[in-house]
């Protein structure tokens, strides 16, 4: 149970996990089966964002980045750190330093259960953010933690290599195994809504699209 | 006390909401009274925009929005969804296909103590939004609610056919049959404010403007 | 204990001011040994102010807004206006009358830990605000409380005359007499950092800028 | 919309409120059509009290406790008083000597969407309290609300002589016009729960008692 | 990914069960590692309580407690419910009928990241509980979840059949397959503390008694 | 700006700080006018705790308890600990082992803006805490912090040697230079409501007893 850096982790194939990334949040979680969003907290530094990428993960000790440190030189190009701390804090464990670390060795991002900070400096430089807070508070670097062990983040099972699709409505993690399922549902789900939209948006409404007219009456609905 | 659907609800007149939209939250807020404001966890998707509607009123389960669909069929163009959960909830209940319908209805937007997803595409699509939470999590079409009842929406009762007044600074309601003289109380706020703003950016104080120095003194102020 | 205006207060120098702005709010937390942060919930009501500026204080009662008008009055160019409630408060006691006035007086902006409103036009007027709250909430002017005493605005303590920096990360206090010294550490700090970013974005690891191998190994850091 | 005093309002007859005290806040939430609750942070501040009382509303300003000695001389015995601030407030508006005043006028105890304080003077005098906080924040008596108003308290409307019910669970609402026929659903409902209860109590399974199996099944339940 | 009921798990020892109740939630923390509490808002409904029971797990839609009724008969006796919601939800899935049928099948409590209501009678029935809230808000049976799968609840994954251990401190999880080696871990922690307790309660300081005093001043603690 | 144990402090007489200890928080409160609580979120572990007592402050990390030992050895019998951390923290800093080495020294309880745990243990051997959670979160000995230095707790600024008033309602500090004085006013304050609180009691109504009505009157109260 001690302190464990895992050096070698699997990762799903590049090219889902740009599918994952065009899908979205949204459909992603649906595509498969309305499971793996982290908490409603999650906000991205800046709008506009829209990534996915592998999870290099981190379980820190509260308002202690040493780990993040640790977890720079496991990072490969187009891989996301998710830490999550052992105790709820909100202080800033990220800021421009080491992001300019994290674009030098190729890194899409971060996601962090905690703070961060330098937002106008991070937002300058397009290396996108999903935090639980915006906090300067200072972290030290005392106390060991893990890199890529299963962590959960905001309230969401992370295991290192799970794809982390992440966009302005939120955050959602993918099983990497479960990866190209997901993205073939989130496609087929895309595909069919296009019919949707274009039928609502020539006035039709959802209860004759859907057929509900029956089932609402059936439940007990009553207009006056 | 079942699930109902109120037809046929009274609006205030198109010209009276418009100028309400004008006045803004703020202004209309105190024109009645310092009455009618939703809870300050209401904030838009998007900053800038500013309108005022008529309320068509959903009282849903938590995480259900079967009853948004039965309520876009009541919807008049210019009118607004106004949805009040059950049961607290961040579930998020409206996305760009919903918006879609809601615009090709005619819509104004949405005003809802829960969540919403879409972000991006709702604010492409110029469909302004309020909301206690942007979150993905998606719903069910199981449990029947009722549309155009007074619900408590954010802390605030809201008939049927109110108005809601809605921009960066909130949400703010106004009672149909007293829109009119609350219009003309916020219009006459506005031109008084209109002379103290000339008067303040000329450098006097308000405790000139105001006369406020006497009764400061009788209070007991003391200037060291 | 009674209330009391403090007429005249000490300010810093305005250049160590003007410094201390450029230097921003994380890097002045940690170069005065991480004190001085006001909580994470005070937030800027739009992005990319940064400032620094002499607080001027204010003690205030709950949704009274009459201290403000007080305030003013003792407000010299350049400084900013600090308000704490004595009572924790979410209503907007300041707004686009006062920011209009708080200009005329050449003030650089505010800083209240309860709400504040008015937001589209004080964005207008490019008069910063960091805020606990956006609320529209309606003020009154009936119970006295006193301008430029101590006070503890968002879990800090700020003194009349301290050098209050805010920023897109949020709001830092600097003692007065420390301000020099801050800005001088603050400025190494800057320097220092430089070279590390240098070679952070040139690839070399924290983990070897740092010399953090060793420490890690001896902790019983395990790579596996 | 002035400051006012309703001197006369109508209360439902006591029977139908000692019953109602009696079914408790849970059955009485039921019995009415899952309406009424006031949000799950009002706490009793002390366990085991279950009253039913009739309301006498206050809309006070935060931290200004003045209504409350204006609606002490309107509550008539067995009455209870209903504050709600006009803007979230968590200062202690009532404390022993209120108290004492209550008791005194045959009052049953005090529900309240703020603070409340001299907490182990009311539990020893047996004064029930329900409260969004305890807290020792002192009050003001500068500003007029009214009494006898409808109030939004916790998220729920009151209108003055709606019953109140309140227990260990929380508090419910009943409107006075209903209450009658509230409490015969809430007694049918008890007598119904008593043999489900007694079936239960012998190790039946809900699944057999309310016949879920084949609903389950069709809904797509596997056993696995 | 549907709905499923797992009907076969597998359950720690009852003697090492047992063993870890005496432990208390606090020592089996550290004696795993510091892993496995539930959030700090997951309290017991009365103080005094203290277990250790194998988990029977729901997934559950937020306030429908459907879910509840299939898991009861899954229960074996000594067994706990866990259940947590697809989407957070403060409403009374678990009342005094629950209980009863609980009890009847040998269940030793429940709990439950909701809310749990007839707090009064589940505390006279000695059916310990520990909830995020308390409050009546009824639910529906309408939406199917999952019952003895994997959850997150409050913030920790449990796993069908881990232990689960719950006193005043809230409540921990103990991996099924680790609950052995953690109770020795555990006892040796209680041990071993006796020995530091009496040193602790005859006056001596921790500072001497964990040697610390060379670490402080190489650390650069000052004593002025 | 380093860490630093300063190991001489004033304290009040023991007599005065017994006689706070009796008047309580809230009117002790009120007597120094309004000022010194701390947050509403401190409560005590247990009811019916009151008591008055010399700060020993400590600040300290996030999730990190070494500087409690180092307090330990600072106090005085009748001494209270006052622990704030540099960044919001629920861990618990506080069990029964530091609380038998409190108490061993003579130590009158502990005051935490920080998580506590081994509840039942501090009930049973009578040690009174308040703090703002319970939680188990383990805590960790790597980093410096401070003892009796000015910290912010709750929000409240206590100096080492100011006197800790804690009841029921939460904790108010004293400064030690006023307490005397203000002991004065609060024995004053007692005397003149034991008066109030008969004439209550009798059945006098607050608006006669403070000759409310015309002040009322002027402001525009209406009565319908």
Redesign the interface.
């Known amino acids: 149970?001690?302190?464990?850096?895992?050096?070698h982790i699997e990762r799903a194939e590049s090219a889902v996990i740009a599918g994952l990334a065009e899908c979205?949040?949204?459909t992603v979680?649906?595509a498969?089966?309305?499971?793996g969003?982290l908490a409603?907290y999650m906000?991205p530094i800046y709008?506009?964002a829209?990534i996915a990428a592998s999870a290099v993960t981190i379980s820190a000790?509260?308002?202690d980045n040493?780990m993040?440190?640790?977890a720079?030189?496991q990072l490969q190009p187009g891989d996301i750190l998710v830490l999550a701390p052992?105790?709820?804090?909100?202080?800033?464990y990220f800021?421009?330093?080491?992001a300019?670390?994290l674009?030098?060795?190729g890194g899409a991002g971060m996601i962090i259960d905690a703070?961060v900070?330098?937002?106008?400096e991070l937002?300058e430089m397009k290396c996108p953010v999903w935090s639980k807070?915006?906090?300067?508070?200072?972290t030290?670097?005392?106390?060991?933690g893990s890199v890529n062990v299963p962590v959960?983040c905001a309230?969401?099972?992370v295991n290192p290599g799970d794809v982390m699709v992440a966009?302005?409505?939120?955050v959602?993690v993918v099983r990497r195994e479960e990866a190209d399922q997901v993205l073939a549902a989130a496609r087929t789900r895309i595909a069919k809504?296009q019919d949707?939209?274009a039928r609502?948006?020539?006035?039709e409404?959802?209860?004759d699209i859907?057929d509900?007219r029956v089932r609402?009456a059936e439940?007990?609905?009553?207009?006056?």
Do not use: N
Not at 117 to 120: K, P
Not at 140 to 144: G, I, Q
Not at 200 to 203: E, K, N, P
């Open positions: 149970m001690g302190a464990v850096v895992v050096q979205g949040v949204s979680h649906e498969q089966g309305r499971r969003l409603a906000r709008p506009a829209r000790p509260p308002a040493w993040l440190h640790v720079m030189e052992t105790s709820a804090s909100d202080a800033g800021g421009d330093l080491l300019t670390s674009q030098a060795r703070g900070r330098d937002i106008r937002t807070a915006i906090f300067s508070q200072g030290v670097k005392e106390t060991l959960i309230g969401a099972l966009d302005d409505d939120g959602c809504e949707t939209r609502l948006a020539a006035g409404l959802g209860l859907y509900m609402l439940k007990g609905l009553k207009y006056v």
